[in-house]
C-alpha cells in the first residue's frame, strides 16, 4: 500500500505560482513513477506530468509544458509540481498518483485525495 497526501493548493491569480507537494508513504521503495492529473469542474481528468522515481526523467503535457515543473525528494519522498504562469484554463482539482510498475501506457495504483487550485482572471 502507498498512501498519497497532496498539498499547496489554493486561490491565485492569473501569471501567479503555486507548488504543490505530494508526500508519499507506506511502500514508497516499489514505485517507479509519480504523476500528477487534474480534473476541472465537468470535464474528464487529464494527466499533467510525470517523474521516474529512480532517474528523475520528466513527461509533460503540451498544455503545461514550460510552465510546470516536476521534481521529487527522494529523502522525504515527496514529489512536487511547480506551477508558474497560471492560467483561468488552470483550475481544477489536481491529483498526485503512483505507479509501481513500468507499464506503457502508465498505470497508476494509488491516487491522492486531490488539492483545489483556483486561478482567477
Known amino acids: 500500500q502507498v498512501q498519497l497526501v497532496e498539498s499547496g493548493g489554493g486561490l491565485v491569480q492569473a501569471g501567479g505560482s503555486l507548488r504543490l507537494s505530494c508526500a508519499a508513504s507506506?511502500?514508497?521503495?516499489?514505485?517507479?513513477?509519480m504523476g500528477w492529473f487534474r480534473q476541472a469542474p465537468g470535464k474528464e481528468r487529464e494527466f499533467v506530468a510525470r517523474i521516474t522515481w529512480s532517474d528523475g526523467g520528466t513527461y509533460y503535457a503540451n498544455s503545461v509544458k514550460g510552465r510546470f515543473t516536476i521534481s521529487r525528494d527522494n529523502a522525504k519522498n515527496t514529489v512536487y509540481l511547480q506551477l508558474n504562469s497560471l492560467k483561468s484554463e488552470d483550475t481544477a482539482v489536481y491529483y498526485c498518483?503512483?505507479?509501481?510498475?513500468?507499464?506503457?501506457?502508465?498505470?497508476?495504483?494509488?491516487w491522492g485525495q486531490g488539492t483545489q487550485v483556483t486561478v482567477s482572471s
Open positions: 498518483a503512483a505507479a509501481l510498475r513500468r507499464t506503457i501506457p502508465t498505470n497508476y495504483d494509488y
Open positions: 507506506g511502500r514508497t521503495s516499489s514505485t517507479y513513477a
